[in-house]
């Protein structure tokens, strides 16, 4: 057993956590400062034609944007945030029970990244990160953890509003998309709701770490709330740019299905997380994922006439066996369900 965050202090990188040259942060392109991610304004009141218009245009244009007057309470944020971080804190002894590397667990603790090919390739990511069912919130609150006192009922307060949340969201995207306002409810979001509550301690050198490997998420979309320490990047253009915090937030992106669904219209983008050496950081990311044997392929609407479909349909247990196998890498997850057209080569 080894969690990070059963250390309190960390005076050098232990070596299981030192990345091989080639996966650390300063050998891939450089970082954009100029680029920021535009905020969007959820306010009730502005329009609904608008805000569905400017969601689109970010979906289209960056894959990643933040909202603000979101409808989830700060102190319901906050609360859970402060409950999480209290969890990671605990000794050692208290997070044992909770170990594990069996993705298949409702709720589990630890440590580096769940992609099975990166793990067998050398080096450690510097996080530890709870995984956790949590909605509905009836169903799943009896596998959470009895301490710290405050997480089962902030989690709860959280998995609800953030739930609520989402599917605001996917209504809009829907709207903007030109789609029945209820086209990823059901199946498409019926399958749960998964956490990954990531805690990324202060690293004594960052340039031989990352917090989390470039990746996609597998979701149709990812509510992350990143509190107010910077480290997550996403690819624009070709470049990382810095997702900087801004107060009472969530950032959101895409993920693979949305891609899939909307036959590339809503990208999914790479996205990884830098260490720092001065702060904790703690993100906590909502996915809702589809009922595993939905099936899944490009909304016949959105195949535009003299165009084809870019993805095969397939039944989501497949798309989840080949992430987990994947290596993260977006291309290495999206081939395996791409049609390539008539006459052109893999
Ligand atoms: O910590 C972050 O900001 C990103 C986490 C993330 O990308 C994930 O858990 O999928
Ligand atoms: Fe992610």
């Known amino acids: 057993m080894g969690l990070l965050s059963d250390t309190p202090v960390h ?23 100029t680029v920021t991610l535009p905020v969007i304004d959820l306010a009730a009141g502005r ?3 608008l805000v569905v218009n400017e969601i689109i245009k970010a979906g289209k244009e960056f894959g990643f944007f933040q909202v603000v007057n979101h409808g989830v309470r700060d102190e319901v944020v906050g609360a859970f945030r402060s409950a999480a971080a209290e969890f990671f804190a605990m000794p050692a002894e208290e997070k044992l029970p909770y170990y594990s590397d069996d993705l298949t667990k409702p709720f589990r603790v630890d440590t580096s ?42 989690l709860a307060a959280y998995a609800k509003a953030v739930q609520t949340l989402a599917a605001t969201l996917l209504g809009l995207i829907a709207e903007g998309l030109g789609l029945e306002e209820s086209f990823f409810r059901g199946e498409l979001t019926g399958g749960g709701t998964l956490m990954n509550v990531n805690w990324y301690p202060p690293c004594p050198d960052p340039s031989l770490t990352l917090g989390l490997l470039p990746h996609c998420d597998r979701p149709l979309l990812t509510v992350l709330s990143q509190g107010d320490v910077s480290g997550l990047q996403a690819k624009h253009k070709g470049r990382w740019i810095a997702v900087q915090p801004v107060p009472n937030t969530f950032v959101i992106n895409f993920g693979h299905l949305m891609e899939i669904v909307t036959n590339g219209l809503l990208q999914s983008v790479e996205h990884r997380a830098v260490t720092n050496s001065s702060a904790a950081r703690l993100s906590v990311v909502t996915i809702m994922l589809p009922n595993m044997d939905c099936r899944i392929e490009p909304a016949p609407a959105l195949v535009t006439e003299g165009e084809q479909a870019k993805f095969r349909p397939f039944l989501f247990r497949e798309f989840n066996e080949a992430y987990a196998a994947a290596a993260a890498n977006r291309e290495d997850v999206l081939q395996r369900f791409r049609i390539h057209p008539a006459g052109t080569m893999e």
């Open 11 to 33: 005076h050098a990188v232990p070596d299981e956590y030192v990345l091989p040259p080639e996966k650390r942060p300063e050998t891939d392109e450089f970082v954009d400062p």
């Open 113 to 154: 990244t769940t992609y099975v090919l990166d793990r067998s390739s050398g080096g450690r990511y510097w996080r530890d990160y709870l995984q956790l069912q949590c909605f509905p919130v009836d169903r799943y609150s009896q596998d959470w953890p009895a301490e710290p006192a405050a997480f089962v009922p902030s």
């Open 47 to 49: 329009g609904r034609h």
